[in-house]
């Protein structure tokens, strides 16, 4: 039989209709893998196995009596959350100390509409504290490990989750990208992780890092995964005025598009200095692939980029600054019992609770806000996103989609970066442009390095056109593993 650790969500799918294998003896499997290989690798903060098997037999009674419908594929799937969205019963700490014992009353949209499907909610995942970070060093309680190499990072902010599906610890899970949260640490697992348009996906019970920029999105092991989670959390939602009454993308034949004569673009500017010899060799082999395949591949300028580190930095601490005053240790999650007065409390509270790199981002946010440097700096890097997002604009006016590096390098060393903050905002270079620009984005896998360290090769596509990015990710899937056999190897 299939080890059934290792399934994906389609091929799960299968296997529960077809009676060989229950959601119990699924869910079952994972506890028992999580609880042998977790406390390596760190992916996990809370693990529901009781609440877990509970909905896993309650879908399996269902689907003897027939209640099940069969077109309804996500049904007793177990999937994995990262712990910044809200899951009811469940805790909800956003990695962080000042959130510690709170305890969830309510299911964010996303989690509702997954429920609705029948999937069974495995545990929460770890995270760099309240998505602040890109590496998951940043939780105020462990270390996430990367699964291909445990003295590597995973990846961040949604870390954990990338790493659980990478160790076969969850069959997918869901994540947040705010400036590449998604998509980095899928690359760095060797995960497919995808963020949507701005707007696609509900933002209601995800707590708030920057409200303009935050988006749910699945990490999953192909794209086949990514194209039906995303089709069950789209939507309209009454709760998040943010959000728009689109059809979900096509999954029904639409993922068996080939690539001949699609048009994918190269942006020169992501090719950056210092960028590591075997990323930008990985990538350019799966253009090269692409281009074999029947692929029109030109290069397109994005002249803007250099501009979006500054601006990203500067418009997601702005409204981190804002988001976060509503943590004050009033009505939920920790306070400080060094107080002699409310303002103490506030303040003890605040510096106890929160980690380093939030409180450098909530200073640098109120710094840019304040009387004097509005103008200079805020109002300033909103007209270099608008200028980002007319470069994407022209760019996809010429392609179907655009191909790119996910990050400069592969996963470095646990502690690597940890002294130098503005290092590891570098890192977000390729990722950040199209958060800024409300575009959608993928990472899939498309190498390793030396050390067999996964390469993503990163897919942009116009806002709510999650099609385009997803018929040539897949179609990328289908050419790299005819590459692989080609050569006598697995991909």
Do not use: W
């Amino acid at each position: 039989m299939t080890d059934i650790n290792t399934l994906t969500v389609s091929r799960a799918a299968r296997m529960l209709q077809g009676g060989e294998c229950s959601s119990e003896e699924l869910v079952s499997s994972l506890v028992r893998l999580i609880q042998e290989r977790d406390g390596q690798i760190g992916a996990y903060l809370h693990l529901d196995e009781a609440g877990a098997l509970e909905q896993a037999r309650a879908i399996d009674r269902a689907r003897a009596k027939g209640n099940v419908d069969p077109s309804n594929l996500l049904a007793g799937v177990p999937i994995a959350v990262k712990d910044i969205l809200n899951v009811k019963g469940q805790p909800c700490t956003c990695a962080s100390r000042i959130l510690r014992g709170y305890v969830s009353p309510y299911d964010a949209t996303d989690v509702a509409r997954l429920r609705e499907c029948g999937v069974v909610l495995l545990g929460r995942t770890n995270m760099d504290e309240f998505g602040m970070g890109s590496s998951t060093e940043n939780s105020a309680f462990q270390v996430t490990h990367n699964p291909h190499s445990l003295d590597r990072v995973s990846g961040g902010s949604s870390g954990g989750s990338a790493a659980a599906v990478a160790a076969d610890m969850a069959i997918a899970a869901l994540g947040s990208d705010t400036g590449g949260s998604i998509r980095q640490p899928a690359s760095f697992c060797g995960c497919v992780g995808m963020k949507p348009s701005y707007g696609r996906v509900s933002r209601f019970g995800l707590t708030a890092f920057a409200s303009s920029l935050d988006q749910v999105g699945p990490i999953t092991k192909n794209v086949e995964d990514a194209a039906l989670l995303l089709e069950a959390i789209s939507g309209r939602d009454e709760m998040d005025s943010t959000s728009l009454d689109l059809e979900p993308p096509c999954r029904e034949g639409a993922l068996r598009r080939d690539l001949k004569g699609i048009r994918l673009g190269l942006p020169k500017e992501y090719f950056v200095k210092g960028m590591n010899p075997e990323v930008e060799a990985a990538v350019k082999s799966a253009a090269s692939l692409c281009s074999a395949a029947g692929a029109e591949i030109v290069e397109v300028s994005l002249p803007h980029t250099e501009y979006a580190i500054a601006a990203y930095y500067i418009i997601a601490t702005a409204e981190a600054s804002a988001n976060l005053a509503r943590f004050d240790g009033v009505r939920y999650g920790f306070r400080s019992d060094r107080a002699e007065d409310v303002l103490d409390m506030y303040e003890n509270t605040r510096a106890e609770g929160f980690g380093p790199e939030v409180k450098r981002r909530i200073i640098l946010g109120t710094y840019v806000l304040s009387s004097g440097y509005y103008e200079a700096y805020y109002l300033a890097a909103q007209k270099a996103r608008t200028l980002i997002r007319s470069d994407f604009e022209k760019a996809f006016k010429e392609c179907y989609a655009l191909l790119a590096p996910v990050a400069p390098t592969a996963a470095y060393k646990i502690g690597e970066k940890c002294d130098d903050p503005l290092e590891m905002y570098l890192g977000d270079a390729l990722t950040v442009p199209a958060s800024l620009a409300g575009i959608c984005g993928m990472s899939i896998p498309c190498g390793q390095t030396t050390d067999d360290l996964p390469i993503g090769l990163q897919i942009l596509g116009p806002a709510f056109r999650e099609e385009n990015i997803l018929r040539v990710g897949y179609a990328f899937e289908e050419v790299l593993e005819r590459a692989g056999k080609s050569e006598g190897r697995g991909v």
